[in-house]
């Protein structure tokens, strides 16, 4: 099992960043599939969350409004589109497949700073 996140970096207030889940290693569709992050300091938190087909999605409160989760089961890929990008949106983004034997990307960094 292998997902690997990309798309983090730094972008200024109010900007966009897109960020891409990669997954291997496992029957993709069949897997709800969420984005987590973790600013220092901070305990981790949910982002996104969507269903085996997509057809649920959840947000964070924070976020609501202003993040997208997506997923492609042809490309095994999930992804986040952030707009309107706040500083306090800082911290190391995660992608997880949920439900038993969940599992953890390694995290790509999302700085928002002037």
């Known amino acids: 099992v292998q997902l690997v996140e990309s798309g983090g970096g730094l972008v200024q207030p109010g900007g966009s960043l897109r960020l891409s889940c990669a997954a291997s290693g496992f029957s993709f569709s069949s897997y709800d599939m969420s984005w987590h992050r973790q600013a220092p300091g901070k305990e981790r938190e949910l982002v996104a969350y969507?269903?085996?087909?997509?057809?649920?999605?959840t947000y964070g409160g924070s976020v609501k409004g202003r993040f997208t989760i997506s997923r492609d089961n042809a490309k095994n890929t999930v992804t986040l589109q952030m707009n309107s990008l706040k500083p306090e949106d800082t911290a190391v983004y995660y992608c997880r497949r949920n439900g038993n034997n969940a599992r953890w990307g390694q995290g790509t960094q999302v700085t928002v700073s002037s």
């Open positions: 969507i269903s085996t087909a997509g057809g649920y999605t």
